[in-house]
């Protein structure tokens, strides 16, 4: 397939996003705006009718199912929708969606499965606001992964990501959790089904209106990410099979 044919779809799972949701759609390449799909996590403000009023192509959840399993309806709505590529963008404005052709380019030239954005690699992530206490845990976390995937990421923890269809359809998206580790998750069965992952250098901004994890709920997440690469080492290594890390049939 040429690259001029792929479909490329932009999905924001959306959880009280209405502050913050036009400026992210604004900073979107004219290109890409032709695609964008919200999934609205039953929020508490009126996130759904700024998102049609935008023109977008929006799903709600009628109760919340969590940041995973918001992803897992964006996925498959994409997918329904044709898309070759599905690019990832947070609506709280925390990631500039400016970066979005560089994130494509490596999946429309077929050199990769996935392409994550990178804090660490954007050069000064403590100066985009980020906690001095995340950035120690991205750090150890991400190294952690590396030693257990035996392959070299600089960064895990990132909610911008594009995947292709093919990654989309290997991995079995509905064995993964609905929390935020599904974040890890869909990384390790990538991994496992031997999927190839590019990364380009972005920023972040902390303010008020982006979504955050609290420290008790980054502790309860970081602790999730270890018992996933601790699974994901039982498996690889054949100790304890696991359907998860196994691509779909």
């Known amino acids: ?147 257990v995937f035996k392959r070299y990421l600089t960064e895990i923890h990132s909610g911008f990501r594009a995947y292709s269809r093919k990654y989309l359809q290997t991995v079995r998206l509905d064995e993964n959790s609905d929390d935020f580790v599904f974040d890890t998750e869909i990384i390790a069965q990538g991994m496992g089904c031997n999927l190839t992952f590019q990364e380009v250098p972005i920023v972040t901004r902390y303010f008020p209106e982006a979504s955050s994890i609290s420290f008790q709920r980054s502790v309860v997440y970081g602790f999730g990410i270890l018992l996933v690469l601790l699974k994901f080492w039982l498996h690889n290594t054949g100790i304890k099979h696991f359907r998860q890390f196994e691509p779909q049939k």
């Open 1 to 147: 397939m040429q690259t001029e044919e792929k479909k490329v779809v932009i999905v924001l799972p959306a959880y009280n996003a209405a502050k913050t949701l036009i400026r992210t759609l604004e900073e979107i390449p004219q290109k890409y705006r032709e695609h964008v799909l919200l999934v609205d996590d039953a929020s508490k403000d009126n996130t759904v009718e700024t998102a049609k009023q935008a023109g977008l192509t929006v799903f709600v959840h009628r109760k919340n199912r969590g940041y995973g399993g918001n992803q897992k309806t964006c996925y498959r709505e994409a997918l329904a929708m044709g898309a070759e590529i599905v690019v990832m963008l947070h609506p709280d404005h925390q990631y500039d969606a400016k970066v979005i052709p560089h994130m494509v380019l490596p999946l429309l030239e077929n050199e990769a499965d996935a392409v994550f954005g990178s804090r660490m690699l954007g050069g000064r992530p403590l100066e985009g606001g980020m906690p001095w206490w995340k950035y120690v845990a991205n750090v150890l976390l991400t190294a952690t992964a590396n030693l």
